[in-house]
């Protein structure tokens, strides 16, 4: 079956513009998890989202918000983009019921470039 | 508050020899999982293994294992019979099954392989 999708691949955007990013789980995974890696930091929790409902958050200032459809798809939001911002994004999906398999499934990622 | 601890920065093994990479961790919970990812130049994470913490039997997956020392916090992993394939950034990652995908990540290590 078809894996994690995650679109654009690339992007590169101006301080102080905002930018939405897609991700698409796989089929029947209701969860979607966002993280952000970068050089400096590693790998941070952004937030994650279970039927519609963001479950998580990680410690992100409010700039960086996301949803999730009805589909279970997932979009992330970033607004009033810094350079610090820029990054690879990660999306994963997992079935993420508890006690039960909580595997997470990673899509290849959006490289974001602020400039 | 969940902590991953990845001491190496880089390691280095020849082909089809044996190398082990550490991790340390530290949580409160009493009911966790412990992950080994790997990141290739694709972007991709990968799940390579995973631990459940209750299991006193340490996991195996073909040519990767675990040593996992619950009361020492430790969840090391050995590649044997290396493979030029296996050059990529490894990741160790816990997860609290009261915050069902929430990864917590350590800060990696580069494996080289060579021949």
């Known amino acids: 079956k078809a894996g994690v999708t995650q679109t654009p691949r690339y992007l590169i955007k101006t301080r102080g513009q905002q930018v939405t990013l897609s991700c698409s789980p796989i089929?029947?995974?209701?969860?979607v998890s966002w993280y952000q890696q970068t050089p400096g930091q590693g790998l941070q929790f952004l937030f994650e989202?279970?039927?519609?409902?963001?479950?998580n958050k990680g410690n992100f200032p409010g700039r960086f918000s996301g949803r999730q459809f009805s589909n279970s798809r997932s979009e992330m939001n970033v607004s009033t983009l810094e350079l610090g911002d820029s990054a690879l994004y990660l999306c994963?999906?997992?079935?993420?019921?508890?006690?039960?398999?909580?595997?997470?499934?990673f899509g290849q990622g959006t490289r974001l470039t602020v400039v | 508050a969940q902590t991953v601890t990845q001491s190496q920065p880089e390691m280095s093994v020849q082909e089809a020899e044996t190398v082990t990479l550490s991790c340390t961790y530290d949580?409160?919970?009493?009911?966790?999982?412990l992950f080994w990812y790997k990141q290739p130049p694709s972007r991709q994470m990968i799940l390579v293994i995973r631990?459940?913490?209750?299991?006193?039997q340490n996991a195996t997956e073909n040519r990767f294992s675990v040593n996992f020392q619950k009361a020492a916090k430790s969840f090391s992993l050995k590649i044997s019979d290396s493979q030029l394939g296996d050059a990529a950034m490894y990741f160790c990652?816990?997860?609290?099954?009261?915050?069902?995908?929430?990864?917590?990540f350590g800060t990696g290590t580069r494996l080289q392989v060579t021949l």
């Open positions: 631990q459940e913490a209750y299991k006193q």
């Open positions: 949580t409160s919970e009493s009911d966790y999982y």
């Open positions: 994963a999906s997992s079935l993420a019921l508890t006690g039960l398999n909580t595997e997470a499934f």
């Open positions: 089929s029947g995974h209701r969860s």
């Open positions: 990652a816990s997860l609290n099954t009261g915050t069902a995908s929430k990864l917590t």
């Open positions: 989202y279970f039927s519609e409902t963001q479950r």
